[in-house]
């Protein structure tokens, strides 16, 4: 015999709710039908007392001077009443000197005197009676062959005690009639009851399904290639957020837009990770190669020349190479400078005063390029910030050098210093030919350049501004561009008192 167990088949949300209705409501139904049955016949019980009591008085006068009654007695007696109309009326008598004696008259068609039949008890049946009344002077009793009757004794000044008893059998019959009723309109109410909930609840969860299959479809698609676009959604219909099912598919929908989203920017960041591997590569090519042209070169001269020739052929080999090993040196520090910029490090904080920082870029760069205009506006007072000086002061000489480097000779180029609410923000205006808008929103990308829109006249590496907006980011700041031909403006906006990043 296997040990392993099969394992339970889960239980659905919809049948679980059925369940829990149908069988809530079942439990309501049966406790309301026990209390009216209860109730109803605690009522008729009541009513049959009292018109016991009303027939048991008169007819337990009739034996007042009686000492030694029989049925005959009895008899006798009843057929002086007129109409009784009793259907099943028990007359007992019990006497110390007779005993107990009883008749049970049927007169639901006739009187007694107009032919109504007549039942003489048996000694058991007469027992029952005598049994039940021993500690009371009323009960209910089942007799045997006539079924179940209300009894009531009274006793007379002689001694006699006068039992008369009505038949339970229209109770009987009527709370047969009431819980038969009561329980085919319970069987029937359950099973609409059942297809109303059914139908509801099926209604209710289609929204729950429709979220199920667009997550499975979600599920199967595969995200793990290089372009991927979720378009799977949930319907309107079926995301209504005023609903609880609605909200679902609503938070759903939500999150597939943001997953989208965030796909799509992965797709874009390992778009711009090829191209900046790429242009990396070729920036490193190009000294990689120039150095091992020139050491190429110089030994080819020691082997092949002797005397002042080579050493003034190695010798210019040598400053090539050197020039481009610094070049090269320079790209890989700016690469590491960005990677750690990234990691949120190589900030060191300090007071910084942006006006005398403006003051001391604005005197490097003028000799630089002295066929440009040069101009600086500062405020009287101080500007002060809170950054590390020495990033700042390469955020400023970095877009000093891009208003140079990318505008023709006679550029008026303009840095200017104010403090604007909670800001203090620095500008470098140039009247240049401006940059080209296909661009500008890549323009602080690594290794970006404006060549197509603006006259370059030096090589570079395309990192000097990605650089200025790392350090500008790290500062809690933002740096923006605005261009039309004749007037770019790149403006740095630092908060006066950010709050400065835990040091490593």
Same mark, same amino acid.
């Given at each position: 015999?296997?040990?392993?167990?099969?394992?339970?088949?889960?239980?659905?949300?919809?049948?679980?709710?059925?369940?829990?209705?149908?069988?809530?409501?079942?439990?309501?139904?049966?406790? +309301?039908?026990?209390?009216?049955?209860?109730?109803?016949?605690?009522?008729?019980?009541?009513?049959?007392?009292?018109?016991?009591?009303?027939?048991?008085?008169?007819?337990?006068?009739?034996?007042? #001077?009686?000492?030694?009654?029989?049925?005959?007695?009895?008899?006798?007696?009843?057929?002086?009443?007129? #109409?009784?109309?009793?259907?099943?009326?028990?007359?007992?008598?019990?006497?110390?000197?007779?005993?107990?004696?009883?008749?049970?008259?049927?007169?639901?068609?006739?009187?007694?005197?107009?032919?109504?039949?007549?039942?003489?008890?048996?000694?058991?049946?007469?027992?029952?009676?005598?049994?039940?009344?021993?500690?009371?002077?009323?009960?209910?009793?089942?007799?045997?062959?006539?079924?179940?009757?209300?009894?009531? $004794?009274?006793?007379?000044?002689?001694?006699?005690?006068?039992?008369?008893?009505?038949?339970?059998?229209?109770?009987?019959?009527?709370?047969?009639?009431?819980?038969?009723?009561?329980?085919?309109?319970?069987?029937?109410?359950?099973?609409?009851?059942?297809?109303?909930?059914?139908?509801?609840?099926?209604?209710?969860?289609?929204?729950?399904?429709?979220?199920?299959?667009?997550?499975?479809?979600?599920?199967?698609?595969?995200?793990?290639?290089?372009?991927?676009?979720?378009?799977?959604?949930?319907?309107?219909?079926?995301?209504?957020?005023?609903?609880?099912?609605?909200?679902?598919?609503? $938070?759903?929908?939500?999150?597939?837009?943001?997953?989208?989203?965030?796909?799509?920017?992965?797709?874009?960041?390992?778009?711009?990770?090829?191209?900046?591997?790429?242009?990396?590569?070729?920036?490193?090519?190009?000294?990689?190669?120039?150095?091992?042209?020139?050491?190429?070169?110089?030994?080819?001269?020691?082997?092949?020349?002797?005397?002042?020739?080579?050493?003034?052929?190695?010798?210019?080999?040598?400053?090539?190479?050197?020039?481009?090993?610094?070049?090269?040196?320079?790209?890989?520090?700016?690469?590491?400078?960005?990677?750690?910029?990234?990691?949120?490090?190589?900030?060191?904080? #300090?007071?910084?005063?942006?006006?005398?920082?403006?003051?001391?870029?604005?005197?490097?760069?003028?000799?630089?390029?002295?066929?440009?205009?040069?101009?600086?506006?500062?405020?009287?007072?101080?500007? +002060?910030?809170?950054?590390?000086?020495?990033?700042?002061?390469? +955020?400023?000489?970095?877009?000093?050098?891009?208003?140079?480097?990318?505008?023709?000779?006679?550029?008026?180029?303009?840095?200017?210093?104010?403090?604007?609410?909670?800001?203090?923000?620095?500008?470098?205006?140039?009247?240049?030919?401006?940059?080209?808008?296909?661009?500008?929103?890549?323009?602080?990308?690594?290794?970006?350049?404006?060549?197509? $829109?603006?006259?370059?006249?030096?090589?570079?590496?395309?990192?000097?501004?990605?650089?200025?907006?790392?350090?500008?980011?790290?500062?809690?700041?933002?740096?923006?561009?605005?261009?039309?031909?004749?007037?770019?403006?790149?403006?740095?906006?630092?908060?006066?008192?950010?709050?400065?990043?835990?040091?490593?």
């Amino acid at each position: 015999m296997s040990t392993t167990r099969m394992a339970r088949r889960p239980v659905t949300l919809q049948t679980r709710l059925m369940g829990a209705v149908i069988g809530f409501v079942s439990l309501i139904l049966v406790i +309301v039908a026990v209390i009216t049955s209860a109730t109803l016949g605690r009522t008729l019980e009541d009513q049959l007392q009292q018109r016991l009591m009303e027939y048991a008085k008169p007819i337990a006068v009739q034996w007042v #001077g009686f000492t030694r009654p029989d049925l005959a007695t009895a008899e006798n007696l009843l057929m002086n009443q007129k #109409g009784i109309g009793i259907p099943g009326l028990l007359v007992a008598l019990s006497s110390p000197e007779a005993g107990v004696s009883g008749v049970v008259f049927d007169t639901s068609q006739t009187s007694i005197d107009d032919g109504g039949s007549k039942l003489s008890l048996n000694s058991t049946q007469l027992a029952q009676i005598d049994e039940s009344l021993v500690d009371a002077g009323q009960a209910t009793v089942t007799i045997d062959g006539l079924g179940s009757y209300r009894l009531v $004794s009274i006793t007379t000044p002689n001694g006699v005690d006068v039992i008369t008893g009505f038949p339970r059998t229209e109770i009987q019959n009527q709370l047969t009639q009431l819980l038969t009723v009561i329980v085919l309109a319970t069987i029937g109410g359950l099973i609409l009851l059942a297809l109303t909930t059914a139908i509801t609840i099926r209604v209710s969860l289609r929204p729950l399904r429709a979220i199920a299959g667009t997550a499975m479809r979600v599920a199967n698609q595969p995200l793990d290639r290089g372009e991927v676009e979720i378009t799977e959604r949930i319907p309107d219909a079926q995301a209504d957020p005023r609903t609880e099912t609605g909200l679902v598919g609503a $938070s759903l929908n939500k999150l597939l837009d943001h997953v989208n989203t965030s796909l799509s920017a992965r797709q874009k960041n390992e778009e711009r990770m090829r191209q900046f591997v790429a242009d990396a590569s070729h920036e490193l090519r190009t000294p990689l190669a120039s150095i091992r042209g020139y050491s190429e070169l110089s030994l080819r001269a020691l082997s092949q020349q002797q005397g002042p020739a080579a050493i003034e052929g190695t010798t210019t080999s040598l400053e090539r190479i050197q020039a481009q090993s610094l070049r090269m040196t320079r790209l890989v520090e700016d690469l590491l400078l960005l990677a750690r910029l990234d990691e949120g490090r190589e900030l060191v904080y #300090g007071t910084i005063d942006l006006a005398q920082l403006a003051l001391e870029s604005v005197s490097d760069a003028r000799p630089t390029a002295p066929e440009h205009g040069w101009d600086i506006e500062v405020p009287d007072e101080p500007v +002060v910030i809170v950054g590390d000086a020495g990033r700042m002061h390469q +955020v400023v000489t970095n877009l000093l050098a891009n208003a140079r480097t990318h505008t023709p000779a006679g550029t008026q180029i303009t840095l200017s210093v104010a403090k604007e609410g909670s800001d203090a923000v620095l500008r470098v205006h140039d009247d240049g030919p401006g940059i080209d808008p296909a661009v500008r929103d890549e323009l602080f990308a690594r290794f970006a350049r404006g060549d197509s $829109s603006r006259a370059r006249q030096t090589g570079g590496t395309g990192l000097g501004l990605a650089i200025a907006k790392a350090i500008v980011e790290g500062h809690h700041g933002r740096i923006e561009v605005a261009s039309t031909p004749g007037d770019t403006t790149f403006t740095v906006r630092i908060p006066v008192n950010p709050a400065a990043p835990a040091q490593d």
